[in-house]
């Protein structure tokens, strides 16, 4: 039988369930392997690995497969083979393929291998802190270089020359380490308008329009007087002396909604999407850089029939950049109240599906108590409840108002930078009156512009909120600042080099408030309706969960007093 003409997958990281528990997509991460440790008591029980892979590979389970063919996967990848069979592939020339089983469909007739990348160099911000600045290998960076070799072996295997392309919101870390372009054997890097967030590839006639060009090899060259759609840049990039050069794709366009197609085939949690963009203009972020588009209900039940007709899915995971803003106008309404009317009316039609439970995946603060009618009448919608705990992401990104005020004023819109801890510890309240349960982030080295008092006045709003509401659920994770959106030409925030005593405090101040409040206190009164399951991984989580500050404090001894000492008034004060 011959191959496909077009093999599109994501490395392991991206094509599972993580055993149903959703935050645990996060755990891609965590460190795998350290480089540098060669002795010691962990080096004699696992050598260089940090996280153990057996307990990495048994909570990110493989998904389901039929011969290969992946059974679900991410969401993005789903909307090209979408897009590839509307503009004329057929049925058999597409394959949106199982990682761990790519060798089976490359052949002498596979023009192009897709890969859809989140993190594929560990340099996202989550990872950029578990990993102390890449200093250590994530799981991310680890299985997107096996998947990487894997192609490459089958293709000298089978002397194939399928043209290797990598796309989605992960690609700008080759501009970091284009070292890495040359050992994977990339063709080219696919770009949106903004630096990678998102190519828009999938509106009518151009994901057709794109691989076309691609299997004839029209970006063979880039041609600056060639009129195109697709913008072809060489860079060369200059590392210790040494030359590497990457092919850059742009795409400056983006779909309107009626151009998007609906997704096929089930997507991995049952993710699909109602918006597109956000208004609130953080400097800090890609999305606010795209136009706001909103998916109507109608469409947005279309994907969810798919994912429960073709998938046997019973969840809707909504993918939404601040679900609040969702059916506003920003321009014609400054305040960005929210449209009230508009959520209730999307989240019925996605419970009209036979959905049992659904979640946003993102919400500002601001968003939820901005209309005091919304949150409690979603929740009624959804039918959230003691057995239905809604988990929402929640960008908490400073407890500094001097910060927030500088970088995020809209965030809070309608109110003022002055109000943000009410904001926070207001809003925390009523979503979790109504069984939502807010999973923070929070950025450390804003822009490199984040002072001692900048951080510690973070720890004491986490503290603050502990005191006041002592049976609050939520969990915070601080991520260091990466330079993208509005702050692309700042620099990263160095971890490893950085380190300052009053964020060691912040991470220490996060890290005690998941173990004795997430972890101690409620994970297992949340997620997941499986008790057995439920009860299984809040255990593992109570067994593993105090490594992360031990390693703190081990880490606060190695820089010096003024570390411990932070540590030690984190303890004393704001425990
Ligand atoms: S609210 Fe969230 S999605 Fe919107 S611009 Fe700010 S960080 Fe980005």
Redesign the pocket.
Same mark, same amino acid.
């Given at each position: 039988m011959g191959k496909p003409k077009i093999v599109l997958t994501a490395d392991r990281t991206l094509m599972s369930i993580y055993r149903g528990i959703s935050l645990a997509s996060f755990f891609g991460c965590a460190p795998a392997i350290d480089p540098y440790r060669h002795d010691g008591f962990w080096y004699w029980i696992l050598k260089n690995q940090v996280t153990p892979r057996v307990l990495f590979d048994f909570i990110c389970n493989p998904i389901e497969h039929d011969h290969g063919i992946a059974r679900y996967a991410p969401y993005g990848l789903r909307k090209i083979e979408a897009g590839l069979l509307r503009d004329g592939f057929a049925r058999d020339e597409v394959a949106v393929v199982h990682p761990e089983h790519i060798e089976r469909f490359i052949g002498p007739e596979t023009e192009v291998v897709g890969i859809y990348e989140m993190d594929p160099l560990g340099m996202g911000p989550v990872t950029m802190t578990f990993t102390y600045g890449r200093k250590m290998i994530s799981y991310d960076e680890f299985y997107s270089a096996e998947l990487h070799k894997r192609i490459r072996l089958a293709k000298e295997r089978t002397g194939s020359k399928a043209k290797v392309v990598v796309g989605a919101a992960g690609t700008w870390q080759y501009n970091y380490d284009p070292a890495k372009i040359e050992e994977y054997d990339i063709y080219a890097i696919v770009e949106g308008d903004f630096g990678g967030t998102a190519p828009e590839l999938d509106g009518t006639g151009v994901t057709g329009a794109f691989f076309r060009a691609l299997i004839n090899g029209e970006f063979d060259v880039a041609n600056p007087f060639k009129k195109s759609d697709f913008k072809v840049i060489i860079k060369d990039f200059d590392v210790d002396g040494r030359k590497y050069y990457g092919r850059f794709i742009h795409y400056n366009d983006e779909p309107s909604i009626d151009e998007i197609p609906e997704i096929v085939e089930p997507s991995i949690h049952g993710m699909i999407e109602v918006m597109r963009g !956000?208004?609130? =203009? !953080?400097k800090? !972020?890609? *999305? &606010?850089l795209r136009p706001l588009r909103y998916y109507p209900p109608e469409k947005v039940k279309q994907e969810i029939e798919v994912n429960i007709k073709k998938g046997g899915l019973r969840n809707a995971w909504i993918h939404s $950049? $601040?679900i609040f *803003?969702y059916g506003l106008n920003p321009r014609k309404n400054k305040n960005m109240e929210p449209n009230t009317e508009a959520l209730i009316e999307l989240f019925e039609a996605v419970m009209s599906t036979g959905v049992v439970h659904t979640n946003p995946t993102?919400g &500002?603060l601001a968003?939820a108590i901005a209309d005091e009618r919304l949150i409690p009448k979603l929740s009624e919608v959804i039918r959230a409840g003691p057995e239905n705990h809604i988990g929402i992401q929640c960008?908490f990104?400073t407890g500094s108002i001097r910060l927030i005020e500088k970088y995020?004023d809209?965030?809070l819109a309608p109110f003022k930078p002055s109000e943000w801890h009410w904001v926070v510890k207001h809003a925390v309240k009523v979503l979790n009156e109504h069984y939502w349960v807010p999973a923070f982030t929070l950025i450390m080295g804003l822009d490199n512009n984040e002072q001692e008092e900048d951080s510690w006045e973070t720890v004491m709003l986490i503290h603050e909120l502990e005191h006041e509401q002592p049976e609050s659920k939520f969990t915070v994770t601080p991520l260091t600042f990466v330079p993208i =959106?509005l702050l692309s030409k700042s620099k990263f925030y160095d971890i490893g080099n950085s380190m300052t005593p009053a964020k060691v405090a912040v991470m220490y101040k996060c890290w005690q408030h998941n173990f004795k409040y997430g972890i101690m206190k409620f994970m297992h009164k949340v997620g997941q309706n499986d008790p057995i399951r439920r009860y299984f991984f809040t255990g593992l989580a109570r067994a593993l969960g105090g490594i992360p500050l031990t390693a703190m404090e081990k880490y606060a001894r190695r820089k010096g007093p003024e570390f411990e000492r932070a540590i030690e008034k984190v303890k004393a004060e704001y425990w």
């Open positions: !956000c208004g609130r =203009g !953080c800090f !972020c890609e *999305v &606010t $950049d $601040d *803003v993102h &500002t968003g960008g990104e995020a809209r965030k =959106g």
